[in-house]
């Protein structure tokens, strides 16, 4: 569903839409304080070219109009190490030195703190446990889904008590069959992955992140792909169409007010 207030524009997973206590979104690029160059909601810190004020104040009003507290968010570096947040330790950076390196994915196993990945054609991957209310978000670009961050991801939410069996998984906008061409796949990617290659050099990254999921003991009712290619839509950065540095988000937290 799509959602526009503030000047801001970004679309909830239907499958998720039952849960109140869970917020959620993902932002178009419509509607940020960041110039042309990165038009205009742009998610995270980059360089000198979008001063760091810019930044912050899109993710202040990405997560006002999402009504959740100040998000905690990482420095991804295309691994799968995944870090937990709880709420004594929760972290806001508020300078690109602030930032924790490192970190692919995020979990919140308890209520009240709030979560941002940035991402631009790679996929944002969140994960709820609707019963044990515990969050993660996953960022996985192709070598995400090399190192399978998904069922990473899903492993450590089960430490805390969540059940793959009652998760609800949905995957942002990202890159697309259309467009996800790797001629160097042999190199990149392991064979396995040639069972969704739809055309030549052309990868279904929706698929092989389908089959993770499930692989996982993730029921296929409770998947919910956006089905967005990112190069394909103007609506989102996509580092492919060239944006090198705009990155849009995805954005979830548990309300503790909603629970009974
Ligand atoms: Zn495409």
Redesign the pocket.
Known sequence: MQHTRDGLTWHTFSILEPYPELRHGYFTRAGGSSGPARDELNLAFADERDPVENVLANIDRARAVLGLPAPAFVRQTHGADISVVMPAHNYHPRSPEEVRYGFDAMIAPEPDVSLLIKVADCQGVLLYDPVSRILGLAHSGWRGSVQNIIAATVVKMTRYGAVPQRMLAAVAPS??P??AEFVHHAKELPPRFTDHMVSENHFDFWAISREQLTGCGIRPANIEIAGI?T??SPEFFSYRGGDQWGRFGIMAGVSQEHFE
Do not use: I, V
Request: hydrophobic residues 15%; charged residues 15%; glycine residues 14%.
């Open positions: 890159l697309g259309c467009c290619c190069k394909c």
